[in-house]
């Protein structure tokens, strides 16, 4: 499903007309409340799709809400990997203002046009970060997609805060420059 929804996302803007993005800031504006009658203003207003109406409300209805809940679950018994995700978010955010930020049920979804980094606890004492690099080698503790698959081109395995070394900072400010 997240290959899917990763393929919608990335396909959003030639087919819409505007990225994840915008339609976020068009629909915040709007304040409408009600799913039904927020797909029906993009299908009519703006000659959106349904498919594609359904899944931009869904998308940002789910990012505008506190999300706080999601992040909480996937952290409740591994603690002690939260400090490396919120250096993680807090990296990603200092690129900009175009960052998206959706927490899923057992991931964080990092997307700017498209995803580009995916933020998992694989384990209680690891956190994977899966990174959107194509053209780049594998090249030590930047592996290949392991169990990511099609969603990431590369990860990388991360155990305490001080993993996040500027090898880390940089590979993520590449995949960010590269998800326009």
Known sequence: MDKALDTMI??????????LEQWQQIL??????KHGAAVKFLKEQHGVTHGFANTIVTLVKEHNKPSEDLVANQYLTKAALKPIYDKLIAIVESFGADIIIMPKKASVSIIRKR????????????????????????QGRL????????????????????????????WLEKAYEKSV
Not at 143 to 170: K, W, Y
């Open 10 to 19: 990335n396909n959003m803007p030639e087919k819409t007309g505007k990225s």
């Open 115 to 138: 995803q580009f980094a995916l933020i998992k606890p694989a384990t209680k004492s690891r956190i994977d970060l899966g990174l959107k690099l194509k053209d780049t080698e594998v």
């Open 143 to 170: 592996e290949g997609s392991g169990p990511f698959g099609a969603m990431c081109t590369h990860r990388v395995q991360l155990e305490n805060v001080a993993d996040i070394d500027d090898d880390v900072i940089g």
């Open 28 to 33: 915040t504006q709007e304040r409408i409340e």
